[in-house]
């Protein structure tokens, strides 16, 4: 059985940092590409970060140079640090796993940054 689980969100100031892990089991973890969504409220879910299995690394235009996506294949994790954190960065944030035609989700967790 495939589980992504996510934790780390959590209430923070503007300006404040969060780091979300992300502990994969059920996968061969190493050759899936791994990636960060989110989902604000009346919105879509949209792409937060993505990390190949080679460590190739994309971004939302939003988030670049305030998130770092990195992944560690001996824990089965992948991590999303967060800093200089806006209110617009509300939202649940979910784990995503993807290798060819497969893809599983977290369950999600709550970012919530006040202003």
């Known amino acids: 059985q495939v589980q992504l689980v996510e934790s780390g969100g959590g209430l923070v100031q503007a300006g404040g940092s969060l780091r979300l892990s992300c502990a994969a089991s059920g996968i061969i973890f190493s050759i899936h590409t791994m990636g960060w969504y989110r989902q604000a409220p009346g919105k879509q879910r949209e792409l937060v970060a993505g990390?190949?299995?080679?460590?190739?690394?994309n971004y939302a235009d939003s988030v670049k140079g305030r998130f770092t996506i990195s992944r560690d294949n001996a824990k089965n994790t992948v991590y999303l640090q967060m800093n200089s954190l806006k209110p617009e960065d509300t939202a649940v944030y979910y784990c995503h796993a993807n290798f060819a035609r497969s893809d599983y989700w977290g369950q999600g967790t709550q970012v919530t940054v006040s202003s």
């Open positions: 990390i190949t299995r080679g460590g190739s690394t």
